[in-house]
């Protein structure tokens, strides 16, 4: 862990050298508790119109070991003797926490420290069909899966996809992971002014096919960051601090309409952030 504490990445530049942050308040599951395994640089398998890190720095595909174990759990522990309430532990952070090769190790290590607290994950599902991928994630309580395209087209201009990943494999991998997990699965979409024309009959398809237990219908409540901090994380205020675009959103009525219409389509249980 010493060469850790040397990397060119945990300079000053960035006086946030955690590796849990919040708790934030989040809209579905309280005080959510966020776990970053991927830390260094913001690093993800797409890079979404709309993200809360803004552009990220590295488009990539590639399971890597980011940060020690060790300095998460420590990190973990501080906050957890600090006795702040936290109803969940989430793995997000500054990218696509199903890169880090080391999470089975995290999740084990921190189940072991706190065995009563949920731990979820957001994924943007691109490696869920990986069988080491499946194995550790079947490990948590909720799994909230990221869907906001309907064909390759929508998954090119929304997520901005690494290359090798098209809607099929994508559908694939989720379906895959879906077949033989036994926790809670949600599916998580965003709709912005720019994909409120979005193809719903398609769309309530794929929703279908995956059948999650809970949609959640979100638009950009964040502003998108115009360069990379670690404050970009969560909902820290800090953000503010920092250079930012204000993005567009939908309107209430358009969510509630969005919200009906894909309830008659599909028969699943639909919740939006306008609620
Ligand atoms: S999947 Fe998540 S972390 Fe990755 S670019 Fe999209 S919003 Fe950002």
Same mark, same amino acid.
């Given at each position: 862990?010493?060469?850790?504490?040397?990397? #060119?990445?945990? &300079?000053? $530049?960035?006086?946030?050298? !955690? %590796?849990?942050?919040?708790?934030?308040?989040?809209?579905?599951?309280?005080?959510?508790?966020?776990?970053?395994?991927?830390? !260094?640089? &913001?690093?993800?398998?797409?890079?979404?119109?709309?993200?809360? @890190?803004?552009?990220?720095?590295?488009?990539?595909?590639?399971? $890597?070991?980011?940060?020690?174990?060790?300095?998460? +759990?420590?990190?973990?522990?501080?906050?957890?003797?600090?006795?702040?309430?936290?109803?969940?532990?989430?793995?997000?952070?500054?990218?696509?926490?199903? +890169?880090? &090769?080391? /999470?089975?190790?995290?999740?084990?290590?921190?189940?072991? @420290?706190?065995?009563?607290?949920?731990?979820?994950?957001?994924?943007?599902?691109?490696? %869920?069909?990986?069988?080491?991928?499946?194995?550790?994630?079947?490990? /948590?309580?909720?799994?909230?899966?990221? @869907?906001?395209?309907?064909?390759?087209?929508?998954?090119? /201009?929304?997520?901005?996809?690494?290359?090798?990943?098209?809607?099929?494999?994508?559908? #694939?991998?989720?379906?895959?992971?879906?077949?033989?997990?036994?926790?809670?699965? $949600?599916?998580?979409?965003?709709?912005?002014?720019?994909?409120? #024309?979005?193809?719903? !009959?398609?769309?309530?398809?794929? %929703?279908?096919?995956?059948?999650? $237990?809970?949609?959640?219908?979100?638009?950009?409540?964040?502003?998108?960051?115009?360069?990379?901090?670690?404050?970009?994380?969560?909902?820290? %205020?800090?953000?503010?601090?920092?250079?930012?675009?204000?993005?567009?959103?939908?309107?209430?009525?358009?969510?509630?309409?969005?919200?009906?219409? @894909?309830?008659?389509?599909?028969?699943?249980?639909?919740?939006?952030?306008?609620?």
């Amino acid at each position: 862990m010493t060469n850790f504490y040397k990397d #060119e990445h945990y &300079s000053d $530049e960035f006086p946030n050298h !955690k %590796l849990v942050y919040g708790p934030v308040k989040s809209w579905r599951f309280g005080q959510s508790l966020g776990i970053d395994p991927i830390f !260094k640089i &913001s690093t993800c398998s797409f890079n979404c119109i709309y993200c809360q @890190l803004g552009n990220i720095q590295q488009v990539s595909s590639k399971l $890597e070991n980011f940060v020690p174990t060790e300095k998460i +759990l420590i990190d973990f522990e501080n906050v957890l003797n600090d006795g702040k309430t936290i109803d969940v532990i989430t793995y997000s952070g500054s990218g696509e926490p199903t +890169l880090a &090769s080391n /999470l089975e190790e995290i999740i084990d290590g921190i189940r072991k @420290l706190a065995p009563h607290i949920p731990q979820y994950i957001l994924t943007n599902g691109t490696h %869920l069909g990986i069988a080491s991928v499946q194995k550790t994630l079947n490990k /948590l309580d909720k799994v909230i899966v990221k @869907l906001d395209a309907w064909d390759d087209r929508s998954l090119s /201009l929304i997520n901005r996809a690494d290359k090798g990943i098209n809607f099929s494999s994508l559908i #694939e991998g989720i379906l895959s992971f879906t077949s033989q997990y036994k926790g809670s699965l $949600e599916v998580q979409t965003m709709f912005m002014p720019i994909n409120i #024309e979005k193809d719903l !009959k398609k769309y309530a398809e794929t %929703l279908m096919r995956i059948n999650p $237990e809970t949609v959640q219908l979100n638009t950009p409540k964040r502003p998108y960051p115009l360069s990379w901090h670690r404050e970009n994380r969560g909902n820290h %205020l800090g953000i503010h601090h920092h250079e930012i675009r204000e993005l567009k959103t939908i309107t209430s009525d358009q969510a509630k309409k969005i919200e009906k219409e @894909l309830k008659e389509m599909t028969g699943l249980n639909i919740l939006s952030i306008y609620r």
